[in-house]
């Protein structure tokens, strides 16, 4: 049999749609009309019918990476699915059904995680099960595969990996209505609550952090909230909101749809030098996990987040220090920031989170590399005050005088105080590894 050109494939895709949006209006109109007319559930029919005719023919074509999971996921939100083929854990078409101990079908995937999370008990009878083993339901599994081929869905195989976690059927509708709620439709009680919920559930549950990063709409309409009536000035609501973005960030596909969203840094930034102490905290964590792409490094610094983030180095509780250190220590120290960071160089919270996230290598580079003289003293200043107060820190000094010498050439070529301070670092570094000498 000759098979479909081009051309045909895309007659064939475009009837298919047709097909699907005619049958959804048609069920819709169904579900909503009391005493629906005859022609309407015979129109449904006819729909269905020749949907079932086009999908079987065209199964001869090599589209089986197109069969994607959220392919498959919009094809079954367009038929009822028998409630015996739902996971009861995750109310979704099972992909891979077992039989726990206790009797009841899984989908394994769910099941596996309940287990694995120190569960010993049956999700619907809640009795303890006499053993963890799982059982495939081979006929099951051949009922859901024959039901689907009827049907045209396409379920992904068992095996195929879920970047996005395991999303159940619950969090989807638990998204849906936390989003009807933040509606700008919604009362401002209704809000505050719809974005407190989602900082929970974003925490707690790592397929949630998927879910919500996956749908393009979603994080538009968070941050939108920041600009409703009677919220625009609300600490709650904004600490809420930065917190959100912090567990978004944390799943590393949802980095780049962040960082992509032009209000999203600088709400973050905003929120470093207006909110609450745990609100520019975590707006701080948030700009550190962001950091992690170069390209959202890039935005972070063009957006002024440096000044800011040395302020709270400057000024914040030990937590706030701790998260604009590791902010700071994820992007490069020069001028401005470089120059304010030499002014903290006294606070010793200060210099030991500078030391802790990474500085130290980022200074030397400066002090190797940089062409600006300001930048070399203010990076020998910093450096001397970390050298003063963690001595450890001194085998890295060393390893680059060793290899390159550049503390040494700022010691003779340097400003005068950068001079000062290099040759304080060198006179540092031979002691101790004098007195490491001496004491083997």
Known sequence: MAKSGPAESGLAAARVGELKKELRRLVRAIAEEDDSRIDTFEGAARALAALKDLR??????????????RKGESEIEAVVVPEHFLCPISAELMRDPVVVASGQTYD?????????SGNRTCPQTQRVLSDTTLTPNH?????????????????????????????????????????????????????????????????????????????PDTIPQLLSVLSAPGLRCDPEVQEDTVTTILNLSIHDSNKKTVGDNPRAIP????????????????????????????????????????????ELLEQGSPSAKKDAGSAIGHHSLVDESLAILALLSSDQDAVEEIARAGGVPRLLGIVRDSPCA??????????????????????????EEEKHGSISRLAQNGTSRARRKAAGIIDKWKRASRSTHYSC
Request: hydrophobic share 40%; glycine share 6%.
């Open 139 to 215: 006929l099951v599994r051949s009922m859901i595969s024959q039901w689907c081929i009827e049907h045209g869905v396409t379920l992904p195989p068992p095996d195929q990996e879920q970047e996005e976690g395991l999303i159940t059927g619950k969090e989807r509708n638990a998204l849906r209505r936390i989003f009807d709620k933040m509606s700008s439709s919604s009362s401002v009680p209704q809000q505050k609550q719809a974005v407190r919920e989602l900082r929970l559930l974003t925490k707690r549950n790592r397929s949630f952090r998927a879910l919500v990063g996956a749908n």
């Open 108 to 116: 394994r995937a769910f099941i596996e995680e309940w287990l694995s």
């Open 374 to 399: 300001r930048n070399k003293e203010n990076a020998a200043v910093v450096l001397f005050a970390i050298c003063m107060h963690d001595r450890t820190k001194l085998r890295e000094v060393g390893e």
């Open 267 to 310: 709400l973050l930034i905003d929120a470093l030098q207006t909110g609450t102490m745990e609100t520019r905290s975590n707006a701080a964590a948030a700009l550190f996990s962001l950091s992690a792409l170069d390209c959202n490094k890039l935005k972070i610094g063009e957006s002024g987040a440096m000044k800011p983030l040395v």
């Open 56 to 69: 079987f023919r065209g199964s001869g074509n090599s589209n089986g990476a197109l069969a994607s999971q």
